[in-house]
């Protein structure tokens, strides 16, 4: 009976290293893509003053004069720009 020993001693290294090697395999495959980074706060805006009221706006949306920046076409037309 020492090749059943033998058989049975292969049969539990088998177990051991299949029962190993299914325990390894989470490990090794690549975590999960990590989320997206923070969009975080907006790229800073120049903001200009309208020359009439004084409000704020991104520069891109005012109106610009020959003197300054305005927040709408009738305060523009109120400076005499
Ligand atoms: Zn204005």
């Not at 292969?10 to 495959?29: E, G, H, K, Q, S």
């Not at 997206?36 to 009439?52: D, F, I, K, Q, T």
């Not at 109106?63 to 009738?74: F, N, S």
Request: charged content about 20%; overall charge positive.
């Amino acid at each position: 009976m020492t090749f059943m020993k033998y058989l049975l001693v292969l049969l539990v290294v088998l177990v051991a290293f299949w029962v190993w090697r299914n325990n390894r395999i989470p490990r090794d495959t690549p975590p999960p893509a990590a989320p997206p980074p923070p969009s975080g706060p907006l790229p800073p805006v120049a903001m200009v003053e309208c020359r009439h009221c004084g409000m704020h706006l991104p520069e891109g949306e005012a109106l610009v004069g020959r003197r300054g920046h305005y927040c709408c076409e009738e305060h523009r037309r109120l400076q005499g720009d």
